[in-house]
């Protein structure tokens, strides 16, 4: 009896190529992390080269756009994690809606993200130039930099603010084609609850995008 049932549903183990693609997988978000590891750890040098300016700099950042923004990619990261469960449950249709979800809630993130950059823009603040910012009472900078202030400082906050940021809003986007090839195929039936090693992989690249975020957060939102 195991044997006919092993015959008819295959545990995803015996796939051919289900081990290979997800020590590739792997290995891939392994670059990635070093991607990002390089960049935390020069952030953290001129940190301590700037410390005043970065905190001054830092002021300026909108909390509750960077804490909804949080919110939403956890949510995201739920809403993946399910869709995969449904998948291997043989639920095809709460898995298009769950994958679907998802990639609305990337797209909620980069809306958000848009307003924020443009609201950065409006006051002068640029990547690598941020000339036209004063310091008012709040300790918020915006107009011109008064006389004897480091600018340097505030110019590498906000480099690596648009650097940082906008690389990893390159990974959204990548992780919603991604996602959204995922959810086209399995609408045609292309996985099943013993065939889901995309969207494993997937849900593993979408799972990254989210852990990145959840440091860049604290990060430029919240340590000063």
């Given amino acids: 009896m195991e044997g006919t049932l092993r015959d008819r549903h295959p545990v995803h183990e015996e796939l051919g190529g289900y081990e290979g693609s997800k020590l590739a997988m792997w290995l891939f978000l392994a670059t990635e992390l070093l991607l990002f590891g390089v960049l935390f750890a020069a952030f953290a040098i001129f940190h301590g080269m700037y410390a005043a300016e970065f905190k001054l700099a830092h002021n300026t950042l909108d909390k509750m756009m960077g804490g909804i923004n949080t919110i939403v990619l956890i949510c995201s990261?739920?809403?993946v994690a399910l869709a995969l469960d449904a998948v291997q449950r043989g639920k095809r249709s709460?898995?298009?809606?769950?994958?679907?979800?998802?990639?609305?809630l990337a797209g909620v993130f980069l809306v958000v993200k848009y307003f924020e950059y443009t609201g950065k823009f409006a006051h002068g603040i640029f990547p690598g130039r941020?000339?036209?910012?004063?310091?008012?009472?709040?300790n918020h900078i915006y107009g011109p930099v008064p006389v004897g202030m480091q600018q340097a400082g505030i110019n590498v906050f906000f480099s690596f603010y648009f650097l940082m940021t906008g690389v990893h809003g390159l990974?959204?986007?990548?992780?919603?084609?991604?996602?959204?090839?995922?959810?086209y195929k399995n609408m045609n039936g292309r996985y099943s609850h013993w065939y889901y090693t995309p969207?494993?992989?997937g849900a593993l690249y979408w799972h990254l995008v989210d852990l990145i975020w959840i440091y860049l957060f604290p990060l430029f939102y919240l340590v000063s």
Wanted: hydrophobic content about 60%.
């Fill in 77 to 79: 990261s739920l809403s």
């Fill in 94 to 104: 709460r898995a298009n809606w769950l994958l679907l979800l998802t990639i609305l």
């Fill in 130 to 138: 941020a000339d036209q910012i004063v310091i008012d009472a709040k």
């Fill in 171 to 183: 990974h959204v986007i990548i992780g919603m084609t991604v996602l959204g090839i995922v959810l």
């Fill in 199 to 201: 969207v494993e992989n």
